[in-house]
Every structure is written in C-alpha cells, then in structure tokens.
C-alpha cells in the first residue's frame, strides 16, 4: 500500500489494486527515479494526465534486461510514455572525457548503472515487445534534442533520429504538456495512432512526401549529413531558424526510402497554464520505496527552491535549451509563487531558505520584446548577441518585485538566486535597484555568473557577449557591493576546449586566472551534447550561420586546453608543460611572476608542496581569494552551496 496515501501514483498492482484500478490508461516508464516534484518530468507528465482523468502508473528505472519488469503494472489501454529522464542518459552516465561518471543524481543514493545507455531507444523496444499493438509515445529532454539526425559524441558518427531507432509510434519534443494531453484525448476518443501526424510539437515517420499535407522544408536527408558536413552544418542552421511556434516550419528528413517529420513547435503555455502545471497536487517528494537506499540525491537540489519562468532568449550556441524550452519568456505569477511558497514551508527539513527562484535564466521574467508576442523570435538575429538588441526591454521591475514578496513572508530568512544571472541583460537595465537588491538580499558572500571564457574570438563561437561586458560588470558589482558595506565576490564559471579554441585562446584563459589568481576547483569542459549549435561546430568544424571554418580542439589538445585552466595541479604539468612548448609559449615556464607552471616539479618535503592533500584543498579558491589574498584575511559571508546551473537541462 506504499505511497497511496502519500499521494504517490501507483508503482505496483498493490497500489492499484488499493486504488480500484482494474488497468491503466497509460503506462510511463522513467529513466529517473520517481520523485514527485515539478522538476522531475516523469512527475509533471504523469500528473497532467491524471489532472485530466487519466489513469497512470510509473515504473521507474525497470530492468531492461527483461520484458516482465515492463509488465508489473499490466497492459495499459491507451499508450506507454517513455522518458530517459531529466538528462540524456549518455550525459547522466558519462563524463566530457567519455569516463563513467561515479554517480548517478536522478537514482536511489546517487547509484549509477540504473539505467541502459541511451535509454530510450532500449526502454521503447522492450515496451513494444511487451505491449504489442500498443502506442508507444517517446519524450523528454533526450528524445528531443535526438529527434533529427545527430551526431552522437560517444560513438564518433551521426545516428538517425532516435524515432527510428526506438520504434516508437509518435515524439513529443519540447516541454510537452500540451502535446501530451492533446494526444491523449485523441487516443481516448479512439483515434488511432497513426491518424494523429497534425499535433504540434510532435514527430512522426512518413511513408512518402504525398503523406505530408502541409507546406514544409526539407532538410538535408540522414544519409547527406553522414557523408557531408557541410550538410550537416546547414542542417542545423535551418532547424534552428525554424523552431519558434509562431513562424517555424514542419521540418523533413529523408531516411532511407522514409521521412522524418517534424511539426511546427507547441506554443509556450501561458502564465496562467503555467501556474496551473506548477500547482498539480505534487507530493514533492522521492517515492518511500528508495527510503533505504538513502533517497534520490537529486531532490536536495530543488526542493527548496521555486521555477518561476521557462524559455531563454540567451541562445547559448553550446546549450541546448533553445532546441528543446525555446527563446519565448514565460513567467508564473507572484501569486502562484507565493502559493508554492506556503508549500515549501512546511515540507521536512525547511529552515526559513529558499534556495532559488528563478529558471534556465533567473533574471529572464518576460519575453525580449514586444514583437516575440506577436510575430514570434527573429529568424536570423539573436537578443542578446554579438550586442543587446535595441528593442529588448531590459526590465528587471517584476523579478525584483517578486523577490521582495518572498523575503518579506514571516517564515522566510533568506531568498537566494543561484540558477544563472544573464549579466550582459542586467547591464542593460538602467535602473540600478534590482542589482542593488541582487546584492543586499539575495547574494550570501559569492555570486555565480558565466562569463565562459575572455577571448573574444572564443566569445563570438559560442554567441556570448564580448569580455569587456563582463569587465564591466564585474566593476560595477564590486561598486555596488562597496556602497552597500558587503564584502560579497564573483565566482566566474569557465569553459575549456569550446570549437573556435585554439592553445593560444587557451592560454590567454590560463592567464586570466594566473592573473586574477582564480584557482578554479572544477573546470567545465566542452561537452558537445545532442541538439546544440556548438555540437555541430564540433563535429563540422563550420559555424553553421557563417559556413566559416572553426578551429576545434580534440584528443589531446582538448585535454591540455582542460589542464590549463588547473595549471597549479600537479597531475596537469605534464599536459600543461605539452601544450607550453606546443604553442611556443616556453616563458610561461618557469619560476617567475608570470609563469604558470615552474621548469621542474617542485620538492618541498612533502610539506605545502603542490602534491600535498593541505596545497589542493587551499588551492580550490576562487575570485573572493583573489580579493583577500593580499589583504591577508579571509573572505566573510557563506559558500553558496548552490550547484551551477546545467546547460543541458530541462523535460
């Protein structure tokens, strides 16, 4: 009878039995763990549904070794919803070196190896095998950004869209809510499968072209951006152009002697429906049957804090975000986030801190402009790169609003912001009081930003602003923090081995923080994830909007580039003295003010030298030290226990 009375969606037939289900309506099979909070999409789905009548079940993280695992729950009537989970499971099992990873935050006590490499495509297959005759719907942020040919980075080659490959019926792309209610009801008046190929946001095979009943753009065929990167690159240029809901077109493929078809995106829902996704009765919590394994690690990160907008105009050429939420703003409102507030309160373990408010951009409340209402997101021009658009409006007034409501609530001590300030966008609001707030309220002694690199050229291959941007505002948060009496620092998130990165880029980085005297404790190497701009400068070496060559490191250099960003630790000196004479830059080597690593290692006695357990641990500093180093006092104020926000992140 376990988490029945919790509120908890059924797991076995116990609990449907308890609840006098006789069968499902439909079956979701998750690659996450079953948590139920709106950040988990196996939950978001699942309760829409059941918000609109909808018998459903959950089997989380079956064995897909064996078809019985996918028949606990019986034959469900109407479909199987297949979701890898809240990440790529390639991403979720390895790292950008192609490492396992030795966790797993989606699965009961961090355990990795809970579920099959691409785990849609393996998860879709046994669920045909043990349903046969019945829908199988693929979504998710893995199928998403897989749903047109992609280059796959663990096999080195271009793999056909993931509809192909896991047999599905139909892909709901995007967010899905709409998509998925509007195909359910479909299914439920007993419209088959094949007859719904008009929903939005949805993909389905085709047979021939003459199947197709509206105007589309073929794109180059799976067969043409194997053989031809350039085809590739202008793969990628064209779907990207195409996904917005206002003017976007259905999208083509050809696959063999068949058609990949994509419709047009599902609008982005409005405030109001956005509310009501985040007010489903959500138990908020991990399902109890992973109590003994210690919970689901990922929870930790989010149940204290609030989602308060989706979409993101920043289009990041390495995230994916784009591709998947889309570049429309929309926003819940104050008094839905205030709802949710009251919730949080009295969940276990509050203590008066909501660890964030905000979303894939904290400080992103509305669309860029007033035109995006209307007329939908420029084609070939971006808000904020390589310059702010002169039509964005730059209004921080309702977040900062927003933000003075929660911290004023009797039972809350502290507001944080820690999913991602867009800080090109903050410096185009000339009213200077949310900022002010940022840093009086809302900030505990380290703000997180990304800059992502300082080299222009780097910059302009990842669609970021130009350094002096950044410069900028760290002059004038600094100013600010002054004014106010607080001692508060910047910790700058970085990335290595980005395409358009060469040694010397590279080097400029290392630099920097030599300079700065940043000592990064971790270093975000490129990871090129499917669905991203970057992604295809990886594997074309072209920037798909210029069709110009792009220098793009790999193998080696990509690890040396990786090292010397951390090119005070002693395992890196080999790669970092390599990529030194490599680049012909040997006056970096040695024992001066400058040098970034000495001309051989350095034998202190084992005590305080770069190999010592005490070095490391001091070494992991960050730009609050470079403030304090030569004052010769410690920084005030708490880490902010935050992680960084993911640019791979999403349902």
């Not at 409501?405 to 009213?431: C, H, N, Q, T, W």
């Not at 006056?587 to 034998?603: A, Q, S, V, W």
Request: hydrophobic share 35%.
């Amino acid at each position: 009878m376990r988490g029945i009375d919790a509120g908890f969606l059924p797991v076995t037939r116990e609990e449907m039995d308890a609840l006098g289900w006789d069968s499902l309506d439909f079956l979701y099979i998750s690659g996450d763990a079953y948590v139920d909070h709106p950040s988990f999409a196996v939950s978001v789905i699942t309760r829409v549904l059941t918000a609109a009548g909808y018998r459903v079940g959950v089997i989380s993280q079956p064995d897909w070794q064996s078809v019985d695992a996918f028949c606990v729950l019986g034959r469900p009537k109407l479909g199987v919803l297949i979701g890898a989970g809240n990440l790529d499971s390639m991403v979720a099992h390895y790292t950008a070196a192609k490492k396992p990873r030795r966790q797993d935050l989606y699965s009961p006590g961090g355990e990795s190896g809970k579920r099959p490499d691409r785990a849609t495509v393996v998860y879709a297959n046994r669920a045909k095998e043990a349903f046969p005759g019945v829908p199988i719907i693929i979504g998710g942020i893995e199928a998403s950004l897989r749903r047109l040919a992609h280059y796959d980075y663990w096999q080195d080659k271009v793999r056909r869209s993931v509809l192909f490959d896991s047999r599905a019926d139909l892909l709901l792309y995007g967010m899905g809510e709409q998509s998925v209610a509007e195909v359910a009801d479909a299914l439920a008046k007993g419209t088959d499968i094949e007859k719904l190929h008009h929903i939005r946001g949805t993909c389905y095979i085709a047979g021939s072209l003459e199947e197709i009943k509206t105007e589309y753009l073929l794109l180059p065929s799976f067969e043409a951006v194997c053989e031809d990167t350039k085809k590739y690159a202008e793969m990628t240029r064209d779907s990207f152009y195409e996904q917005d809901p206002v003017r976007g077109k259905t999208l083509v493929q050809p696959h063999g002697n068949r058609f990949l078809v994509q419709n047009p995106p599902m609008p982005p829902l409005s405030g109001k429906a956005l509310d009501a996704v985040y007010e489903l009765p959500y138990v908020r919590k991990a399902h109890p049957m992973y109590d003994a394994s210690g919970g689901v690690p990922g929870l930790s990160e989010v149940q204290f804090s609030i989602s308060s907008s989706r979409g993101c105009f920043g289009s990041c050429n390495f995230c994916s975000l784009a591709f998947h939420q889309g570049r429309v703003v929309t926003a819940r409102s104050h008094e839905s986030i205030l709802r949710e507030a009251e919730l949080i309160k009295d969940l276990p373990g509050f203590k008066g801190y909501i660890h964030d408010v905000g979303g894939p951009t904290a400080n992103f409340r509305q669309p860029a402009c007033e035109k995006q209402k209307t007329a939908g997101t420029c084609r070939n021009k971006r808000c904020l790169y390589p310059d702010v658009c002169k039509n964005i409006q730059a209004d921080h007034t309702d977040y900062r609003l927003l933000l003075k409501k929660l911290r004023e609530l009797p039972y809350v001590k502290k507001v944080f912001v820690r999913s991602g300030i867009r800080f090109d966008y903050l410096m185009a609001d000339r009213d200077d009081r949310f900022f002010r707030e940022l840093l009086e309220h809302h900030v505990s002694g380290q703000l997180k930003v990304a800059p992502e690199h300082i080299a222009d050229s780097v910059l302009s291959c990842m669609g970021k602003p130009s350094a002096k941007v950044y410069d900028g505002f760290k002059k004038k948060f600094y100013k600010l923090n002054e004014m106010l009496g607080k001692e508060q620092y910047l910790v700058p998130y970085l990335m290595s081995s980005h395409p358009g990165s060469t040694l010397q880029e590279a080097i400029e980085l290392a630099e920097y923080l030599r300079r700065e005297k940043i000592r990064p404790e971790q270093v975000q190497d490129f990871y090129p994830t499917p669905g991203s701009v970057s992604t295809a400068m990886y594997y074309t070496g072209l920037d798909p909007f210029t069709m110009q060559p792009v220098h793009v490191p790999k193998g080696e250099e990509k690890a040396m580039q990786r090292a010397l960003l951390q090119a005070f630790l002693p395992e890196n000196r080999r790669l970092v003295m390599k990529a030194l004479q490599k680049a012909g830059r040997e006056d970096l080597i040695g024992f001066g003010p400058n040098c970034l690593i000495p001309p051989r290692p350095e034998n202190t006695g084992g005590k305080n030298n770069e190999g010592s357990k005490n070095f490391r641990r001091k070494s992991s500093i960050s730009e609050n030290q470079r403030r304090t180093e030569g004052r010769g006092r410690k920084p005030k104020g708490k880490r902010n226990q935050s992680g960084a926000g993911s640019h791979h992140r999403g349902r």
